[in-house]
């Protein structure tokens, strides 16, 4: 008589554990002034900008929102005149110090600006890959297909173009061209995007797409953005900070915190008549 063994079921192999990603970045401006040429246009800024979360910088027209901006990405020493003071903290590190290259800040820290600027001459798959060129980093077929998808994917735009990646970036609408840009800019693996009234020439349904990838990527990215909205910074961001410069006085920030107490208990009244539609 021959015995048998009973059937049983293997048990599953071991989950393959997902690969490390980068821990989420703290951003801090410390006593930040700044000046074009003899005229100083912020005076002493500091703010943190906590990982993982979107912050807003609000304010009027005129009180160094975008300056600040492009100097947390090194952005504002390209113009002849300009100087600074201070700052600017990259989990702890000044990404001004002389040690630090400039392209290393700018692989970290991501531009999105406010007029969509897809190069024209690129197909939409260039366009992605990109930074890969100006970076010098070096990737596969197979990975530049994968980065292409993954990019166009938490840019909230790779259903409306996966069948025409070899068209021309330039032929998009504004809104995907916008997204477009957010996608090239993930391509490089920035620890921060800064965008600068991203939406401010989209139209509403556009506008809506961005601010949806704008929550899904602040789950992998930190994000600060300027923005003249109040309901876009009531709807996205998770702290503000508002900005005010007034009769020839450079720009400071009269307040800053959590996005709900900013708008529904601010602490200045600066601050509750700007939010309120009272000036700006």
């Known amino acids: ?7 049983y079921d293997a048990p ?7 690969a490390p990603t ?3 970045a703290e951003l801090e401006g410390r006593e930040i002034t700044a000046w074009f040429g003899d005229r100083k246009v912020l005076d002493r800024v500091s703010l943190v900008m906590p990982a993982g979360g979107i912050t ?15 100097i947390l990405n090194r952005m504002h020493e390209l113009v002849p005149s300009a100087a600074l003071a201070g700052e600017v903290l990259l989990d702890g590190e000044d990404i001004y110090d002389p040690s630090r290259r ?7 820290i991501g531009m999105v600006f406010q007029k969509p600027n897809p190069f024209p001459a690129m197909s939409i798959r260039e366009n992605v890959l990109a930074g890969l060129k100006l970076t010098g980093t070096k990737a596969s077929r197979s990975e530049r297909d994968d980065l292409v998808e993954q990019c166009l994917v938490k840019g909230g735009l790779w259903t409306e173009v996966r069948d025409r990646l070899d068209a021309p970036g330039g032929g998009l609408s504004g809104g995907q061209q916008q997204r477009l840009c957010i996608a090239r800019s993930l391509a490089i693996k920035p620890r921060v995007l800064l965008m600068d009234e ?8 556009s506008t809506r797409v961005i601010e949806e990838t704008m929550l899904d990527l602040a789950r992998e990215v930190t994000i600060v953005i300027v923005t003249h ?7 996205v961001s998770d702290r503000c900070a508002f900005f005010l410069a007034s009769h020839g ?8 915190g959590e996005t709900r107490a900013m708008f529904e208990d601010p602490q200045d009244q600066r601050t509750s008549d700007y939010v309120n539609g009272r000036f700006g």
């Open 12 to 18: 599953p192999p071991p989950p393959v554990p997902a």
């Open 1 to 7: 008589m021959t015995s048998t063994v009973p059937a």
């Open 56 to 70: 807003a910088l609000i304010g009027p027209s005129g009180c160094g929102k975008s300056t600040f901006l492009r």
């Open 198 to 205: 991203p939406c401010s020439a989209l139209d509403p349904t």
């Open 229 to 235: 909205n109040m309901q876009q910074a009531a709807r």
């Open 22 to 24: 980068a821990p989420l």
């Open 102 to 108: 400039l392209i290393d800040a700018r692989r970290a």
């Open 249 to 256: 006085t450079p720009g400071v920030i009269i307040e800053h």
